[in-house]
């Protein structure tokens, strides 16, 4: 990796707007395919240390996102850190209706593994300064004007960086999708996602569980050591309560409302945020092309909002090898072709559940109770929705 030129203007083949987990991703699969990368990110996270408290941010890695993140060497630098293999999920709304997705009955290990945030930022920044580090050039700063059409950023200590394509990589406000005046379609569900570290007396069990309620779901996610995280969808005012509680008043809260899975726990630290669905009109325009968040927000519901993204990563990176630089037209068409489809499939689908079960209607509960228990005898249909889950 090397460090920021002073020089006027900077040539690359590639711009990454951004260096989260999707950013620095794409950044070392552009290097992989051989391409000049400059990289933008004004906010690089902290170190990691041992000693430190989990984040309330994680997210949960399918076999395919690990498989991208071994390719590009950075799933070895997770395990040296901190993370949770978990093999079970289960849902449920009413016990008699339970459905459990294991590993082994599609014949795998493990059904991904959870693992924070800045943890898979980190491991992916040290393949910067590893076997990286003569493609990918990081300037710490923002950048003050972005050129579609010339693929020139203009930073905020006045170095331009001119190259062939912009990768919008920077989250759910992205500046490339703004600069090259790309609309999008979306809404707010009018609930928060409260998420709630906790330590428990005895170490869980590497199986994640999600409980429908009508007014949103409860989900337990397993963490390194004895940590967990919980999830508690709530509307604005019962998030407020949430959010306003002392960590002894918010524990009697969790214990009321929670199945009674988690045995004896203290609860560290909470925060929200808001949820919201938003997917762009399209995927680039000129010399700029959206990926991950900056292309599509998902409702968290089944964890696949950075798994999407790292199939983007790979996708972009089959579409450059394939058609080059040279015929940018072929390779982003290529590009969106791949994943608009798909994305827009994952996010109709989370919709689809999350309206399904977050309501008090009788009959309908009775049908969605009829479903889940079918579902838990499915068989082979079961196993290919996991798989699909998967991104086997």
Request: with cysteine.
């Amino acid at each position: 990796m090397k460090t920021e030129d002073r020089s006027q203007q900077i040539e690359a083949d590639i711009c990454v707007m951004g260096a989260g987990m999707v950013g620095a991703a794409v950044a070392c699969a552009m290097a992989d395919k051989g391409f000049k990368v400059a990289v933008v990110e004004p906010f690089m996270p902290e170190e990691y240390h041992a000693s430190q408290a989990p984040d309330l941010r994680m997210s949960a890695l399918n076999k395919h996102s690990i498989d991208l993140l071994q390719d590009l060497g950075a799933y070895e630098h997770i395990l040296q850190m901190r993370y949770r293999d978990y093999d079970c999920l289960q849902v449920w709304e009413d016990e008699f209706a339970k459905t459990s997705f294991s590993a082994s009955d599609i014949g795998e290990s493990k059904l991904g593994i959870f693992a924070e945030n800045r943890i898979i930022q980190l491991a992916l920044l040290k393949c910067f300064r590893l076997q990286y580090a003569e493609s990918i050039q990081v300037f710490p700063h923002k950048a003050k004007h972005i050129d579609i059409k010339t693929g020139t950023l203009q930073l905020d200590n006045d170095v331009s960086i001119k190259s062939a394509l912009i990768v919008g990589a920077d989250g759910a406000n992205s500046q490339v999708r703004r600069s090259a005046a790309i609309g999008q379609t979306g809404w707010d569900y009018e609930q928060l996602a409260n998420l709630i570290l906790i330590e428990t007396s005895e170490r869980l069990p590497d199986t994640t569980w999600q409980q429908f309620t009508p007014s949103g779901p409860l989900a337990c996610l397993p963490m390194h050591d004895n940590y967990a995280c919980l999830v508690w969808y709530a509307n604005a005012s019962a998030s407020a309560e949430l959010n306003g509680a002392n960590l002894q008043t918010l524990k009697q809260m969790i214990e009321v409302s929670f199945p009674p899975l988690l045995g004896d726990f203290s609860v560290l630290e909470h925060a929200n945020f808001p949820l919201r669905r938003a997917h762009a009109n399209q995927y680039w325009r000129s010399k700029a092309v959206l990926i991950g968040d900056a292309a599509h927000t998902i409702n968290p519901l089944a964890g696949q909002g950075v798994n999407l993204g790292f199939k983007d990563v790979a996708a972009l990176a089959d579409a450059l090898e394939r058609y080059g630089l040279d015929d940018l037209k072929s390779s982003l068409t290529s590009y969106e072709k791949a994943r608009r489809h798909q994305n827009l499939l994952m996010m109709s689908s989370m919709d689809v559940l999350y309206s399904v079960f977050s309501n008090k209607i009788g009959p309908l509960k009775l049908v969605r109770n009829i479903a889940l228990g079918a579902a838990q005898h499915a068989g082979p249909v079961k196993n290919m929705a996991l798989k699909y889950a998967m991104g086997i």
